[in-house]
Structure formats: C-alpha cells, structure tokens
C-alpha cells in the first residue's frame, strides 16, 4: 500500500503562483510514474502533468510553460509549481501513483486531493 498526501492548495489571485506537494509513504518514483490531474466543478478529471521513472515529463496543452512537475527522491515528494495561475485552473488538485508491470498498469493510489482557488 502507498499513501499519498498533496499540500500547498488554497486561493490565489489570477497571474499569482502557487506549488502543491505530494508526499508518498514509501520511496516509489523508481518503479511509479506519478501524475498531477485535476477535476473543476461540473468537468470530467484531467490529467495536468506526469514525470515517468526515468524523470521524463509531459504536460496538458493547457499549461505547457506554466506548471513544472518535479521530485524530491530524498523526500519521497512530487512537486507542482504553478505560475501564471488563471480563473480556469481552479479545480481539486490530485496526485497519482502507478506502476507499469509489462503493458499493464497497476497499482493504482490516490491522493485526498487539494482545493485550488484561482480568483481576484
């Protein structure tokens, strides 16, 4: 079992930044990609950023130049620094554990999720 516990969420103002942490239990980046998604009111979940085993990272159009994900493997924590912050990135902030073992992925967390409030 993994634990993952996100921080760093709350209201800012449009153009503002903020960096959410996601704290895992064990030390799993080596074998788990892990995920940022978000889920605004009335939307289906979406995944923002993702930074594999091997360190590489993707990110949704919509915030490519904007939101870095990275990790700290001493501290068994995922980051996500969000600049230039706009009404539309409000949403519950999660993060994500999974292992891909062969073609398949298993082991799926979750983390509680972190509210981010994007507002003047």
């Known amino acids: 079992q993994v634990q993952l516990v996100e921080s760093g969420g709350g209201l800012v103002q449009p153009g503002g930044s903020l960096r959410l942490s996601c704290a895992a239990s064990k030390n799993i980046f080596s074998r788990y990609t892990m995920s940022w998604y978000r889920q605004a009111p009335g939307k289906q979940r979406e995944l923002v950023a993702t930074i594999t085993t091997d360190g590489r990272t993707n990110y949704a159009e919509s915030v490519k130049g904007r939101f870095t994900i990275s990790r700290d493997n001493a501290k068994n924590t995922v980051y996500l620094q969000m600049n230039s912050l706009k009404p539309e990135d409000t949403a519950v902030y999660s993060c994500?554990?999974?292992?891909?073992?062969?073609?398949?992925?298993?082991?799926?967390?979750w983390g509680q999720g972190t509210q981010v409030t994007v507002s003047s």
């Open positions: 994500n554990a999974r292992q891909l073992l062969g073609s398949v992925w298993e082991n799926n967390y």
